[in-house]
């Protein structure tokens, strides 16, 4: 069987260093490791408009950011097929089909969309006497439109954050379900977890669980080095770290939980004098003497944020620069989207005569 992987992102905003360590620097990895036959990234722009139905142009603008990040991050066209999600017409028909294989009762028991439903603050009730906003169809379904992804494409492997673990589950049911019921024809995909356990879900510069464009507590890959800085300053650490003599606690502390997602231990040769200051110096060989220090107390969070800064900058300052070349062609960028997509759409359309085939229903074939 085929190695195939197939992920990707929606386009509701640029991508943030969230979206980088979770999945799009893995994403690269796999790439350049030559153990896939095929790898497929997409651009959810059909998943976007499930909560963003009265603001296309939102979406619509960002499919070129989202490319941009994708490039600038070093996703390559010639290895990797980026495409966007409306333009296979496949996707849909199959989410159609499969939406008779899952009950009302089983979406409603997934914790991912529960809690997207909450963030969002749709509304629960079903005559929306709670003066909130109903939940649309659309995204109360979206789990069957990414299990229509994932099998149209017949990824074995999906490489996501822990949050999408239920989405994964859902598509797997589905998988059997319709195996079993028609015929052996979609493959059940395996789910590829950040190796980093500080990866799993970046928190947000404020300290929140997730790092959220709609929160406005994110790191942006397009961010400019000073505005970078300025958010890493602004960022939550430890309440109880009140002067810099006291004892600090390393977990819960988003500066440290960025920097075990970050750091290497090349960096404090790099950029080891951001430990030096006028009332204090220190000489650190990797990030576990700098958490025992922290915790020791006498290491200023300034410090800490100024050595944070530095890292990101590392990363970031080359995807930045990546991403501004890639930004003076537009039309080349939005060129290998559409031969992306026609790709894709050739792979999806032989998915779909098989499922059609299996269900009896490629009558004039």
Known sequence: MAKIILTGDRPTGRLHIGHYVGSLRRRVELQNSGLFDRIFVMIADAQALTDNADNPDKVRQNITEVALDYLAAGLDPAKTTIFVQSYVSELTELSFYYMNLVTVQRLQRNPTVKAEIKMRGFSESEDGSDNKAGTPVGFFCYPISQAADITAFKATTVPVGEDQEPMIELTREIVRKFNSTYAPVLVEPDILLPDNAACLRLPGTDGKAKMSKSLGNCIYLADDAQTVRDKVKGMFTDPLH????????????????????????????????????????????????????????????????????????????????????????????????????????????????????????????
């Open 242 to 365: 009140l002067q810099v003599s006291d004892p600090g606690h390393v977990e819960g502390n988003t500066v440290f939980t960025y920097l075990d997602a970050f750091c290497k231990d090349e960096h404090f040769g790099k950029f080891g004098d951001c430990f030096v200051g006028r009332k204090s110096s220190f000489s650190f060989k990797n990030l576990d003497e700098v958490k025992a220090q922290y915790r020791e107390g006498g290491l200023g969070d300034m410090m800490i944020k100024n050595f944070l800064a530095a890292v990101l900058e590392d990363t970031l300052g080359p995807i930045r620069e990546r991403r501004a070349e890639f930004a003076k062609d537009i039309p080349a960028v939005m060129d290998m989207l559409r031969k992306g997509s026609l790709e894709a759409r050739e792979v999806a359309a032989q998915t779909l005569a098989e499922v059609k085939q299996a269900m009896k229903i490629n009558y004039f074939e």
